[in-house]
């Protein structure tokens, strides 16, 4: 079996409160510890990946991107899912052969752009294209923005849904949509639904309870990594002695 088979079949006969969750590495360093960990797969944040490269989220160039994710792949033995945002404006057939370089099995892309909702047929018709681009090589996993870009109503997020997997996404991302909604979410959506779990939010098992078959963490892990090396600093600052002053010569 292939990577992308065996990362396409993690998605498949989950029980409820069991879903996949997928720890987001933001450098080769941290994906070793996920794979060390037992994790069967990850999934990159884009986000993450700009913290550790030095830019604002949204910010990074296309190629620092692959190059990161090339760099995440090449560490470890499982298969990879990389978030490519919006595409980085590269046709479909581009976007397709850069991403395969890497060596990723699939990949996250956002329905909107600069803040504001994308046409959801034109992005349909545009992911209908990276499928055909990419045959059965690699796992599309279609964001949905809506409830991020202030749009509540649960019906606007699964006819997006309906839309992208008719154009062949293997799983859809509601991203920030309310706990209440998702059992709604799961009753209308065919296949798959990603959902992102918060810190000090509901726990994996509720999540998959409530309709998750995939968790992803979205920066959240690398923000906490941070936080806790932010941590260590204040110490060794704390823990600091002054240097110990001669007295002059006389």
Same mark, same amino acid.
């Given at each position: ?54 830019? !604002? ?36 057939? !581009? ?44 796992? %599309? ?37 309310? %706990? ?56 060794? %600052? ?13």
């Amino acid at each position: 079996m292939s990577a992308v088979e065996t990362f396409r079949s993690l998605h498949h006969g989950r029980m409820p409160g069991d879903p996949l969750v997928l720890p987001g590495p933001w450098d080769a360093a941290s994906a070793r510890v996920f794979a060390e960990a037992g994790f069967p797969a990850l999934a990159t944040p884009s986000a993450g990946v700009a913290a550790s490269l030095g830019y !604002e989220d949204g910010a990074t160039p296309a190629d620092e991107m692959f190059a990161a994710v090339a760099r995440i792949v090449r560490a470890v033995d499982i298969p990879v899912s990389a978030d490519i945002e919006g595409g980085y404006g590269l046709p479909p057939k !581009e976007l397709v052969e850069r991403l395969l370089e890497t060596g990723a099995v699939g990949c996250n892309l956002e329905d909107s752009h600069r803040g504001v909702l994308k046409d959801p047929r034109q992005h349909a018709d545009w992911l209908a294209e990276v499928r055909q681009a990419a045959g059965d090589r690699l796992f %599309l996993n279609a964001r949905v923005d809506t409830f991020v870009r202030g749009v509540a109503e649960p019906e606007r997020a699964v006819e997006r849904a309906a839309l992208y997997v008719a154009a062949g996404a293997d799983c859809v991302y509601p991203i920030g949509a309310p %706990l209440g909604v998702l059992p709604l979410l799961r009753a209308g959506i065919q296949g798959p639904i990603n959902v992102l779990a918060k810190p000090d939010g509901a726990s994996l098992r509720e999540l998959g309870e409530l309709g998750g078959i995939r968790v992803t963490f979205g920066p959240g892990l690398q923000r906490r990594a941070a936080a806790a090396l932010s941590g260590v600093a204040r110490e060794l %600052l704390a823990t600091r002695r002054p240097h110990a002053t001669q007295e002059p010569q006389k």
